[in-house]
């Protein structure tokens, strides 16, 4: 039995900052966004992802993230990506 490939979140609504941990999905990577989108209309305009405890990730999860981070900029807002690990440097 395999363990199922799961991602966290906390989300610091005040600072505008997620801290994903656990495998990044595609299932992962849309929850991502939708965080990051709703921290967008609470108000954000810069919005930290912290992926410090992110272990593993697939090359869709990675692309839904770098296609949020075009969509962020081209309305003028940003997303910050820290502590990736090694697989998600491709992530810009």
């Known amino acids: 039995m395999t363990t199922p490939r799961v991602l966290t ?7 505008g ?3 994903a ?3 990044l999905t595609p ?3 849309d929850l991502l966004r939708g965080t990051v989108e709703g921290l967008l209309r609470q108000g954000h ?3 930290v992802l912290d992926l410090a405890d992110v272990q593993a990730a697939d090359d869709v999860g990675l692309h839904v993230l770098s296609e949020l981070r075009r969509a962020m900029a081209a309305d003028g807002d940003l997303l910050l990506v820290r502590n990736a690990p ?5 992530l810009g």
């Open 27 to 29: 299932q992962g990577a």
């Open 45 to 47: 305009s810069t919005v």
């Open 17 to 19: 900052r997620v801290r």
């Open 21 to 23: 941990g656990g495998h």
């Open 9 to 15: 979140e906390v989300v610091d609504g005040r600072a």
């Open 86 to 90: 090694r697989e998600l440097a491709r």
